[in-house]
């Protein structure tokens, strides 16, 4: 079990947020919705996507059900609080400790079962207005089918603004954990920033980057890697092996996910000591709004607020800059997180935010920049985790 996860606040807040909204039941089907319901961290789920495969059902009275396959049932039944119900399925797979003499196996388990032993699971409670909330864009059609044969369609909704609101505010522990993997990213990326040299590949980089990250703790769970440089502004699933050479930017932009919870965090600098006039001043001119949105950043100010101060800022010295946000929640999801530092959106900032703010530049004529740093919204205060520098030259 992961130690100190507050388990059981967080299931208040699922359900708190559930009974605002008349919903009686949640089925989580998604690697990181199921983690943050139950603590546990589907390894088949987060690798494969298999729509059933693993599933978590929070039901209205506070119970939590947990279904995985009979390959998982080991690993769930140590990683989660002792009040969660692991019911298993059978899999192709032989593992003596559940096999039964002259069994037969699939070749592959129907995953729509899942769905039954899910909804067994939430009848088992006798109510009216029964109204059960679903991941529908992680659902396929035949499960979302399946499961308005069994509800009703008026009687499914989607589920996706209750785990939003939820994972919004962080608990001590996630807290804890954010800081903790920002840091390690921070480290990570200042360490490969002073390891690069003209001559080397994007590929390189990444590689470099990878096992820096790795080195730090044997709980990372996974390196992202966003990186570009030079005139190729787009960041690539297969990396190119186009060579560095003196005078390039290189923007470093990745982060690592420490049990589970990510960083995010982007530094430029220029390989070798000098930068031409043009580059200075699109750095100087995003330092400038990250610099006004770092000084901003306090428990009741509006996220519209914020964006407006830096984009006045920024298009100020880079004619007709446009930007959708500046800025993102972060953590256990997948990448950026609701809300966004954006022009509509006006909730303030409050307590238990762990907040990205960012403000990028990308060009293939004069290359691509970003400043990004995390910082955590408490009562009276605004925490600073990382600190980028104002200058692009190490």
Known sequence: MVLKREQKLIIEKLLTLSQERQITDLILTSADAIYYATGYASFSQYAHHD??????????????Q????????????????????????????YIRDYAIESQTKAAHPDLLNNFQIASDFIRERTITNRKVA??????????????????????????????????????????????????????????TAAQIFPGLTDADVVQIFEKNARELSNEITSVSNAHTIGNNFSPSYIQPQTRIG???????????????????LARTFVVGSTVSKEKQEIYD????????????????????????????????????????????????????EFPFVSPDQDRVFEEGMVINLEVP????????????????????RVEQVTFSSASLIL
């Open 51 to 64: 729509v059933g495969g693993t599933i978590a059902v929070v039901r209205g009275d506070g119970r939590v």
């Open 66 to 93: 947990l279904i995985v396959s009979e390959f998982e049932k080991n690993s769930a039944e140590k990683s989660v609080d002792s009040s969660i119900d692991v019911q298993s399925y059978p899999t192709w797979i």
């Open 134 to 191: 679903v991941q529908s864009k992680d659902l396929s059609f035949e499960a979302y089918q399946y499961l308005i044969n069994v509800f009703g369609i008026q009687n499914i909704s989607p589920v996706e603004e209750i785990l939003q609101e939820a994972r919004l505010i962080k608990t001590p522990w996630e807290i804890d954990i954010l800081r903790r993997a920002t840091q390690l990213d921070e480290i990570a990326i200042n360490k």
């Open 246 to 264: 003196t005078g390039d930017i290189v923007r470093l932009d990745g982060g690592i996910s420490l049990l589970g919870y990510n960083s995010d």
């Open 285 to 336: 001119a995003l330092w400038l709004g990250h610099e006004y949105a770092a000084k901003h950043i306090e428990p009741g100010v509006k996220f519209s607020e914020l964006f407006n101060g830096v984009d006045k800022i920024v298009n100020k010295y880079i004619s007709g800059y446009v930007r959708g946000h500046f800025g993102h929640s972060i953590g256990s999801g997948k990448g950026e």
């Open 361 to 380: 530049f990308y060009s293939s004529e004069y290359q691509s920049f970003n400043i990004e740093d995390t910082f955590i919204v408490h009562a009276d």
